[in-house]
T-cell receptor, first 114, second 117 residues
Framework: AQSVSQHNHHVILSEAASLELGCNYS??????LFWYVQYPGQHLQLLLK??????LVKGIKGFEAEFIKSKFSFNLRKPSVQWSDTAEYFC????????????FGKGTTLSVSS | DGGITQSPKYLFRKEGQNVTLSCEQN?????MYWYRQDPGQGLRLIYY???????QKGDIAEGYSVSREKKESFPLTVTSAQKNPTAFYLC????????????????FGSGTRLTVV
């Protein structure tokens, strides 16, 4: 069965530090990839998505992610985090051939101190 | 504004009781989904529906039931058979329907927090 792994459960950074959150998936076929963010007390919002083309995708709020097919990875990055980036981040995968619902990772909690 | 409305925001249930969580969308999306969110577990799929009058079980469907009589509505019933129902429940929808392939991602509601007392 398809699985999504997010390696870090909790990341603690100071403002202006660089961020990289790991995401790996297990499916070998064609996938569409997503990163969602859940700010405290708010609903999940789409940060960015990849389904074809340039493997480096840019999303909202200065986030970007790189799809590396050979590594089955879709890591999320931000060059300089802000206190307002404190949130939980979820990676999600859609298997194109299977046509089933998005499968989510367990999430990474990011805490940014000012 | 288009979106997904989940109600109620907080729900308390006694053990042995069934309870129904409401999810309504006015986005004209074909597909709707129910996920359960537990700390450290991420989002786990309960049920999904890609078209009216049709739905499929997700990874943790036991103890839950759904219906999809209208495009706009996808209520979730948590039955007494669900052994550990205390959780945060999220409803989502997507414009992509029958194919199941998602290019745009899902729109999520604000969730219902269910507590068994």
């Amino acid at each position: 069965a398809q699985s999504v792994s997010q390696h870090n459960h909790h990341v603690i950074l100071s403002e202006a530090a660089s961020l990289e959150l790991g995401c790996n998936y297990s499916y070998g076929g064609t996938v569409n990839l997503f990163w969602y963010v859940q700010y405290p007390g708010q609903h999940l919002q789409l940060l960015l998505k990849y389904f074809s083309g340039d493997p480096l995708v840019k999303g909202i709020k200065g986030f970007e992610a790189e799809f590396i097919k050979s590594k089955f990875s879709f890591n999320l990055r931000k060059p300089s985090v802000q206190w307002s980036d404190t949130a939980e981040y979820f990676c999600a995968v859609n298997e194109v051939q299977a046509g089933t619902a998005l499968i989510f990772g367990k999430g990474t909690t990011l805490s940014v101190s000012s | 504004d288009g979106g997904i409305t989940q109600s109620p925001k907080y729900l308390f249930r006694k053990e042995g009781q069934n309870v129904t969580l409401s999810c309504e969308q006015n986005l004209n999306h074909d597909a709707m989904y129910w996920y359960r969110q537990d700390p450290g577990q991420g989002l786990r799929l309960i049920y999904y529906s890609q078209i009216v009058n049709d739905f499929q079980k997700g990874d943790i469907a036991e103890g839950y039931s759904v219906s999809r009589e209208k495009k706009e509505s996808f209520p979730l019933t948590v039955t007494s058979a669900q052994k550990n129902p205390t959780a945060f429940y999220l409803c989502a929808s997507s414009i992509e329907g029958v194919s199941g392939v998602s290019f745009y991602g899902y729109t999520f509601g604000s969730g219902t927090r269910l507590t068994v007392v």
